[in-house]
Structure formats: C-alpha cells, structure tokens
C-alpha cells in the first residue's frame, strides 16, 4: 500500500502558478503510476493529469495540455503537478492518485480505477 499527502494548494490570481506537490509513504513508490484529479464544487471528479513508473510517459486532460506539467522524483518519493497560467475554472480541490496496475492507463480517466489517494489540497483561482 502507499499513503499520500498533497500539498501547495492555495489562491491565486488568473494567470498565476502554482506547484502541487504529492509526498507517498509505503514500499515501492516507482512501481506506481501516479495521477492528479480535480473535484469542483457540485461537480464529479475529474482526470488532470497522469505519469507512468519511470516518468517516460504522461497524459494531461485537453483543457490543461501546454500548462499543466506532472512530473515525479522518485528518489524523494514525491509527485508534482506544474500548474502555470491558471484559470477561474481550475478552482477545484485538487487529488493525488496512485494506481499501482500495469495497466493503469487503459482507464486512467476513470477515478474509480484508481485505488489510493490522499486527502486533497484547494486550489482557488481569482478572476
């Protein structure tokens, strides 16, 4: 099992930063793929991000793609999710996922697929 604790949410202006960071206790955390989702209020939780074992691989939902970037350090067990010119609508509390199948990104879309998570950190993006 892997536990996950995210960090680095907070408020920023519409065009500002921010680095999320996701820190993974437990044994093997390179044989996990990693993710980011995102949960809006009244809205179902959705994929933001994604990066496979090794970091050679990554997938980014269309509407973060050019701003977003996931990125992993295996050495300090920690995942992280570059987020540069923000929007009103990526306000949302933003998830770590782990998923530690080998075939993780067949569905890495579907949040149900993904067994770990920690408990979220809220990112508000002021217009």
């Known amino acids: 099992q892997v536990q996950l604790v995210e960090s680095g949410g907070g408020l920023v202006q519409a065009g500002g930063s921010l680095r999320l960071s996701c820190a993974a206790s437990?044994?093997?955390?390179?044989?996990?793929?990693m993710g980011w989702f995102r949960q809006a209020p009244g809205k179902e939780r959705e994929f933001v991000a994604a990066?496979?074992?090794?970091?050679?691989?990554?997938y980014y939902r269309d509407s973060v793609k050019g701003r977003f970037a996931i990125s992993r350090d295996n050495a300090k067990n920690t995942v992280y999710l570059q987020m540069n010119s923000l929007k009103p609508e990526d306000t949302a509390v933003y998830y770590c996922a782990a998923n530690g199948d080998t075939t993780w990104y067949r569905r890495r879309y579907d949040y149900s697929y993904w067994p770990y998570w920690g408990q979220g950190t809220h990112v508000t993006v002021s217009s």
């Open positions: 990066i496979g074992w090794s970091a050679g691989i990554s």
């Open positions: 437990g044994r093997s955390f390179s044989s996990y793929a």
